[in-house]
C-alpha cells in the first residue's frame, strides 16, 4: 500500500457528519487492505470527533472544515481543522462517565480508539489530530 492522503472541505450547516461518513467511503475504496476493525475504530472515532465540532463550535455563521485524512501501510491519520472560536480545550486521559451521565463521552471514547488524539490551536484554527497504528496481520 503507497500513502494515500485525501481532503474534504465541509460548512456546517448545511453539511453534517454525512459528509464525513461519504468522504471516508472513498477513503476505504482507495486502500481496500485496510482492515474492517481498523477501519470501524478509525471512522468511529473521526465521526465523533466531526460530531463533536458541528455540535459545540457552530454558533451563528456555522463552522466550516478542513479534514485531511492520510493511509499507509503503518496506519491511519486525520487533521481536522475548523474555524470555530477557541474553546478553551485541554485535552488529558479521560475515563468514560458513569452510565446515567447524559454527556462527556466524545473525547474518551475517541482515545479509546485511536493511539493518539491531539489539539492546538493554529491562528485562527482550532486543529484536532488522531492517528491509529494498523493490527499487525491485517490484509
Not at 3 to 8: A, D, G, I, M, V
Not at 49 to 66: D, F, K, R
Not at 86 to 109: F, H, K, Q, T, Y
Request: aromatic share 6%; with cysteine; charged share 25%.
Amino acid at each position: 500500500m503507497t500513502e494515500e492522503r485525501k481532503n474534504l472541505v465541509f460548512s456546517a450547516p448545511p453539511d453534517d457528519v454525512d459528509a464525513v461518513h461519504e468522504f471516508l467511503e472513498t477513503v476505504w475504496e482507495a486502500n481496500l487492505g485496510v482492515s474492517e476493525f481498523d477501519r470501524m475504530a478509525f471512522e468511529t472515532a473521526l465521526i465523533e470527533l466531526a460530531s463533536n465540532v458541528i455540535q459545540h463550535a457552530a454558533g451563528e455563521g456555522g463552522v466550516t472544515c478542513v479534514l485531511t485524512v492520510e493511509a499507509d501501510e503503518n496506519g491511519l491519520s486525520a487533521s481536522l481543522a475548523d474555524t470555530a472560536d477557541a474553546g478553551g480545550i485541554v485535552l488529558m486521559d479521560r475515563s468514560m462517565p458513569d452510565e446515567l451521565s447524559e454527556s462527556g463521552r466524545g473525547i474518551a471514547l475517541i482515545q479509546a480508539l485511536v493511539d493518539d488524539l491531539r489539539y492546538e490551536r493554529v491562528d485562527e484554527h482550532n486543529v484536532w489530530s488522531i492517528s491509529r497504528a494498523r493490527e499487525s496481520g491485517g490484509s
